[in-house]
T-cell receptor, first 115, second 115 residues
Framework: AQSVSQHNHHVILSEAASLELGCNYSYGGTVNLFWYVQYPGQHLQLLLKYFSGDPLVKGIKGFEAEFIKSKFSFNLRKPSVQWSDTAEYFCAVRRANQAGTALIFGKGTTLSVSS | KAGVTQTPRYLIKTRGQQVTLSCSPISGHRSVSWYQQTPGQGLQFLFEYFSETQRNKGNFPGRFSGRQFSNSRSEMNVSTLELGDSALYLC??????????????FGPGTRLLVL
């Protein structure tokens, strides 16, 4: 069965620090990859997605992620975090090109940014 | 364009009761997926509907059921509620036909508390 592993449960950073959140998945076939963010009191929002092509994808609010197929990884990065980035971040994977397939989520990483 | 809407937003029930949650997808989206979010298990897939047909089902007991109407609105029902059913229930919509770049957009969720 597919699974998604997010290595860090809770990350604490100061403003302007760089961020990298790890995500690994287990599935040998073609996948679609997503990062979602859940700000306090808000609903789950799409941060960025990868379907094909350039493995470095850019999302909203200065976030980017790199798909490394050989490592089954899709790590999220941001060069300089802001206090407003405090949120929970979820990595999700879906089998590509199959109708009705579910998103498989990691357990999430809580990011706390201090000003 | 309006986002995914879910009603009610909050619900308190007692053990043994049943509950029905509603989801209206983004206009033009024909696929609706349901997820359960709990602190311990994270986000888990319940089921997915497209054109009034269930295309995929997660690993949940038969007490959890759903349906989709001709206007793409969806409902999920949980019968004989248990304390462990307390969770945030999220609905997500996507275009649906299963093309290579399907993206799910989430609603705010219904927070269910079972006493």
């Amino acid at each position: 069965a597919q699974s998604v592993s997010q290595h860090n449960h809770h990350v604490i950073l100061s403003e302007a620090a760089s961020l990298e959140l790890g995500c690994n998945y287990s599935y040998g076939g073609t996948v679609n990859l997503f990062w979602y963010v859940q700000y306090p009191g808000q609903h789950l929002q799409l941060l960025l997605k990868y379907f094909s092509g350039d493995p470095l994808v850019k999302g909203i609010k200065g976030f980017e992620a790199e798909f490394i197929k050989s490592k089954f990884s899709f790590n999220l990065r941001k060069p300089s975090v802001q206090w407003s980035d405090t949120a929970e971040y979820f990595c999700a994977v879906r089998r590509a090109n199959q109708a009705g397939t579910a998103l498989i989520f990691g357990k999430g990483t809580t990011l706390s940014v201090s000003s | 364009k309006a986002g995914v809407t879910q009603t009610p937003r909050y619900l308190i029930k007692t053990r043994g009761q049943q509950v029905t949650l509603s989801c209206s997808p983004i206009s033009g989206h024909r696929s609706v997926s349901w997820y359960q979010q709990t602190p311990g298990q994270g986000l888990q897939f319940l089921f997915e509907y497209f054109s009034e047909t269930q295309r995929n089902k997660g690993n949940f007991p038969g007490r959890f059921s759903g349906r989709q109407f001709s206007n793409s609105r969806s409902e999920m029902n949980v019968s004989t509620l248990e304390l462990g059913d307390s969770a945030l229930y999220l609905c997500a919509s996507s275009l649906g036909p299963g093309g290579s770049e399907e993206t799910q957009y989430f609603g705010p969720g219904t927070r269910l508390l079972v006493l």
